[in-house]
T-cell receptor
């Protein structure tokens, strides 16, 4: 199955700083999603982005499918952005609709 | 739409007891995944249903675990007998039918503690 790697594993920022989170995947994908797991454990959909670029407020994401990576940008970070960010990918072959999760990036935004 | 609804939100049980976790899909979705999250193993897929039929259950850890999807909108995950190593957060996710979309939406999870 698809392998998903995320970097960095941990990130500490001062409020107001910008950051880039990376997700590499091992095969072609027909599904690529970014999630934020908040301190209460809920998985919040951020982006559904198997290719291209999307923006939502201070967050944006880009997936370059041909090069097998996706980036999540957080601008002007706020303390409420803290939590774990997961990238999850689903491929084309076999049971392609399942998502394989990366190990996440633990983001801490300091006031 | 209320989103994916899981119950209970928290469950504490004694080793050896039966545990049943429940999931209601988003209206119009007919595919469902059960995931388990632990510190050691992260988020791992347990089983995938499409239109009430189990498609891939290779992630189910052992025979103590079973899952059903008796209709297009509801699923249960049962652990019998439960063991302390089953302690984890269990998520279900629903998705549109094949060909209509691949974005998955997750419930709030059930935090299971087996003592």
């Amino acid at each position: 199955g698809i392998q998903v790697e995320q970097s960095p594993p941990d990130l500490i920022l001062q409020e107001g700083a910008n950051s880039t989170l990376r997700c590499n995947f091992s095969d072609s994908v027909n599904n690529l999603q970014w999630f934020h797991q908040n301190p209460w454990g809920q998985l919040i959909n951020l982006f559904y982005i198997p290719s291209g670029t999307k923006q939502n407020g201070r967050l944006s994401a880009t997936t370059v499918a041909t090069e097998r990576y996706s980036l999540l940008y957080i601008s002007s970070s706020q303390t409420t952005d803290s939590g774990v960010y997961f990238c999850a990918a689903g491929g084309f072959a076999g049971s392609a609709r399942q998502l394989t999760f990366g190990s996440g990036t633990q983001l801490t935004v300091l006031p | 739409d209320a989103g994916v609804i899981q119950s209970p939100r928290h469950e504490v049980t004694e080793m050896g007891q039966e545990v049943t976790l429940r999931c209601k899909l988003i209206s119009g979705h007919n595919s469902l995944f059960w995931y388990r999250q632990t510190m050691m193993r992260g988020l791992e897929l347990l089983i995938y249903f499409n239109n009430n039929v189990p498609i891939d259950d290779s992630g189910m850890p052992e025979d103590r675990f079973s899952a059903k999807m008796p209709n297009a909108s509801f699923s249960t995950l049962k652990i019998q007998p439960s063991e302390p190593r089953d302690s984890a957060v269990y998520f279900c996710a629903s998705i549109l039918p094949p060909g209509e979309g691949t974005e998955a939406f997750f419930g709030q999870g059930t935090r299971l503690t087996v003592v």
